[in-house]
């Protein structure tokens, strides 16, 4: 922590989000379950957020997204019930973009039409399971996070992710293996986009069951399942850090214009008789033929998709580059500041807050930096040096301090 100095107020402290411990994330949900149903639970999941450092809005395209994990996420506590209920209590339901903090459901009513709020996140993964031909008893859960909600970092699929895994446990299924574990995730993607209604593609959901620490996931939605690889994230060895600033201004992608922005992409390939946008970033030819596209809307969209394809490539190259780390690195920023330039200008889902962060990021010396999540609100992640992430920090408080906003928080990658 360091002190931030307002013309208008007394020196305050950053607000740092700070991940809980395993033990202590376990712990917290095992306490909820015993308050609520009067036992201790029969055992505790957890599930992981996630960032795109670069690849955003791809995913839906058929395309190429790297994520990283982070430490903050969410757990559960839970045991099975004699009879076929679904029982869940949540820490705050605020902490799931929901009202209340209990629902109860019997397993054989639910369907997409039957909840909605954090419940559908929930019921929606064993309708998910159920279809898919799983089975088993009624469940007890309890759910809580240290996960920032709306902010772009996984929190929805780190939810529908851990619920999976307890689900897995408690009915006894074994989707252990990684291509078992394709069905968790598939399972939890279908519980937001059935269920919740959440328009999502596969990134977020496979990055927090298949992501690993200090590793990034390239993950390429050409095929299903998509094709995962790890690519070491070792900017840590070159005292460099990602600096994550949460701007409090909460998105959602059940507003519609996140599936507006899905309807848009399809709409481009279609009028570059392509499947999918992601066609076109592989042909060449096919991409001149963006520029030449008559609606001013889809040749954006367009354009975003297919130019934001080629940073995840180049990123993807410069961290296994062998070229001086001074010029891997700021090529690297280069292209988180790309993205932030594109998805702002031609996919249009940046906002004041967001653009105020990175601009505030980037006079304090950061390399690069860009939104994160579907946009309209929520997180920018930042490229800076290790000895600069409190004073880059302290430039966005500062700045959203002066501009009259709420003061984001932040977390480290």
Known sequence: ????????????????SEPWKRAQGRTAASDIFLDFFGEAPAGTWSAPGCITLIGEHTDDNAGLSLPAILQHGTYVAGSPRDDRRLSVVSASGDQFDGPGKAFDVAIDEISPAACSGWPAYVSGVVWALLERGYDGPGLNLALTSCLPPGAGLGSSAALSCAIAGAV????????????????????????ENLVAGAP???????????????SALLIDCASTPPALRPIPLTIADYDLAFLIADT???????????????????????????????????RPEALARV???????????????????????????????????????AELGRNLDLSHQSLADDLEVSSAALDLAVGAAKASGALGARLVGAGFGGAVIALVRRTHLESSAAAIDRAFLDAGL??????RL
């Open 248 to 282: 409090r201004t909460s998105h959602t992608v059940t507003d519609g214009e996140y599936a507006r922005r899905v309807a848009e992409c399809q709409r481009a390939a279609e009028a570059l008789g392509v499947a999918r946008l992601r066609e076109v970033a592989d």
């Open 291 to 329: 520029g030449g596209l008559k609606d001013d809307t889809l040749r954006k969209r367009a354009r975003h998709v297919t130019t934001e394809v080629h940073r995840v490539r180049t990123v993807v190259d410069e961290l296994a580059s062998t070229r001086p780390a001074s010029e891997r690195f």
């Open 1 to 16: 922590m360091i002190a931030v100095m307002n013309d208008a107020t007394a020196p305050t402290t950053l607000l740092w």
């Open 200 to 214: 999502t593609g596969r990134l977020d959901h496979y990055a927090v069951l298949f992501g690993q620490p200090n």
């Open 406 to 411: 709420e003061r984001p928080r932040f977390l």
């Open 168 to 191: 897995n446990d408690l009915w006894r299924l074994a989707l252990d293996t990684p291509r078992a574990r394709v069905d968790l995730a598939e399972s939890a993607r279908d519980a």
